[in-house]
């Protein structure tokens, strides 16, 4: 299982980080997006080339996959709203290559034990309208840009800066938290503990 795939061009750094692995590629059978923006699908075509893997994404955003496009949320904190202007501006010079969605994840999840894997796909929309995490059944929850810890995005474990539905990314934030979630992984930044979460959430 592979989750995310980074921006576009980064098939390079995948392989390099599976050799130091000692894992081959081919062994990849699962490839699942978190979310359909461009920072998170731009090598996800290569990726499935190069391992064979089904891609899974959300329903709400397999059209986005499909067709290539260019996603990117509002700023929902000044300076999200600020360095999204910045992202803004690169993006007519992104090129995300269509990429065929072999499973949809719909709003109940998924399982992943026909995967070999101990754990599921739980929907927590929120930072954008198909947005999932990958919970496992060991308490680490892979949570995409549901919340972020590290510059140039935040100073410390935090909300996202960009997200279509803020208050929802609380409500999913709730969720992972009813479902006994220990570690928190972002896409962007280190992991942390999940008290994090659930005092960030009486703060805000």
Do not use: C
Not at 104 to 115: M, R, V
Request: charged share 20%.
């Amino acid at each position: 299982m592979f989750i995310d795939g980074g921006a576009p061009n980064q098939s390079r750094a995948f392989v390099k980080g599976m050799a130091v692995l000692g894992i081959d590629a081919w062994k990849v059978v699962l490839v699942i997006r978190t979310h359909a923006h461009w920072d998170h699908i731009g090598s996800v075509h290569a990726l499935v080339e190069l391992t064979g893997a089904k891609l899974a994404v959300h329903t709400g955003e397999r059209a986005i996959v499909e067709r290539g496009l260019k996603s990117m949320p509002p700023g929902v904190t000044l300076w999200g709203a600020i360095f999204g202007a910045i992202l803004r501006a690169f993006l007519p010079f992104i090129v995300i290559p269509p990429t065929h969605i072999d499973i949809e994840i719909g709003d109940d999840g998924l399982s992943l034990e026909p995967y070999g894997v101990p754990g599921r796909i739980v929907y927590t929309p929120g930072h954008s309208p198909g947005s999932v995490s990958i919970v496992l059944d060991g308490g680490e929850a892979f949570v995409g840009d549901l919340a972020m810890n590290g510059l140039p995005l935040t100073r410390r474990p935090d909300l996202p800066i960009f997200a279509e539905d803020i208050g929802m990314v609380k409500e999913s934030w709730r969720k992972l938290l009813k479902l006994g979630v220990t570690t928190v992984f972002p896409a962007h930044g280190t992991p942390f503990p999940v008290s994090i979460m659930e005092r960030r959430l009486v703060a805000a």
